[in-house]
């Protein structure tokens, strides 16, 4: 089992930066894959940046790749969020892996998932 708690959105305007924080709990937690999804209304998740039990594998979305960086810090996973744009609004959900097989970008890998935060970039 993994509990996982989002925190860190917001309401900024394009250029600014938000950093997203992912709480991490339950016995499978520290080996586990976590990734950040975005989702906008009418829309299904779609993979934004991972990062695997180690923190040493990280993937991103050619959407936020060089503009986001993901890490990940004992129990909590981060996801700093710079240059932000209008495309980037979305409610962001994070969601943990249990297996060990790299950093999936379906959402069908993820097994546990938060209740997500809502990230609004006005132009």
Partial sequence: QVQLVESGGGLVQTGDSLRLSCASSGRSSSSATIAWFRQ?????RDFVAGISWSGYNVHYSDSVKGRFTISRDN??????????????SGVYYCAADP??????VLTDYYEYWGQGTQVTVSS
């Fill in 40 to 44: 906008t209304p009418g829309k299904e």
């Fill in 75 to 88: 129990a909590k996973v981060y996801l700093q969020m710079n240059s932000l744009k209008p495309e980037d």
């Fill in 99 to 104: 297996v060990v097989r790299g950093i999936p």
